[in-house]
């Protein structure tokens, strides 16, 4: 059961903005239009998300959405950073996660395995670019 639940205000959602934009210069994902949202997220009663990353089939645009609702943890400025870092590392794995998706790996095999190179990456790098 989630305890109650922090909510994010405009501070964090430009915090959020500004993290993803300087990382996705800093990884050269500046190739299709970049959309923001700063909006509520279905959750379970077990877990909630914090952010989300998604985009089109066909590559042209990628959105990044911070959820209102953070969760029970206390909203600091290295968890808005981590957050962006990992949404931003899905939108680096996404053509890969494309063509993978072309062959006879299961999504969730696929997705499980993202995720792990994700935590990998956020691991190595974080607070260092």
């Not at 934009?21 to 949202?37: I, P, Q, Y």
């Not at 066909?58 to 968890?79: A, C, H, K, P, Y």
Request: charged share 30%; glycine share 4%; hydrophobic share 40%.
């Amino acid at each position: 059961m989630v305890k109650k639940a922090n909510v994010t205000t405009e501070k964090h959602f430009k915090m959020y903005q500004s993290e993803i934009t300087r990382l996705l210069f800093a990884l050269g994902l500046m190739h299709r239009a970049v959309d923001f949202e700063h909006t509520e997220m279905a959750h379970s009663d077990e877990s909630i998300t914090q952010a989300r990353f998604c985009c089109d089939a066909e590559g042209q645009w990628v959105s990044f959405v911070l959820n209102t609702t953070w969760g029970s943890d206390r909203i600091r400025q290295g968890g808005i950073k981590r957050v962006a870092l990992h949404e931003t590392f899905h939108y680096l794995l996404d053509d890969l996660i494309q063509l993978a998706l072309k062959r006879t790996a299961t999504e969730e095999d696929i997705r499980r395995e993202e995720h792990r190179v994700i935590n990998r990456l956020i691991n190595a790098t974080f607070g260092k670019i």
